[in-house]
């Protein structure tokens, strides 16, 4: 949290300066919910879905949901979800 302190600019931050919607998906097992630590990067909306692996498809909805919904805006997505790193 010491690393956000300093006030850095961030992509977030510079793209909502910019007229996009910006919003972070975040499905992460392994403790490093966001929104727990109070680090939202800058994003407009910060979705912390789960931390249990059973809830892939929760984010990929709230995903989809999304690009249906600003479909005709600019926006940035920013998705993290497991199964990328399960081997």
């Avoid at 680090?39 to 789960?50: A, H």
């Avoid at 892939?56 to 999304?66: D, G, Q």
């Amino acid at each position: 949290i010491e690393f956000y302190q300093q006030g850095f600019t961030t992509l977030g931050n510079e793209l909502s300066k910019n007229g996009y919607v910006t919003t972070q998906i975040c499905h992460n097992t392994h403790g490093h919910a966001v929104a727990e630590l109070g680090v939202d990067l800058g994003f407009d909306e910060n979705l912390d879905i789960t931390k249990e692996t059973s809830q892939n498809s929760e984010c990929i909805r709230k995903s989809i949901n999304f690009l249906h919904k600003n479909q005709n805006r600019k926006f940035f997505l920013y998705v993290h979800i497991n199964p990328p790193h399960i081997v």
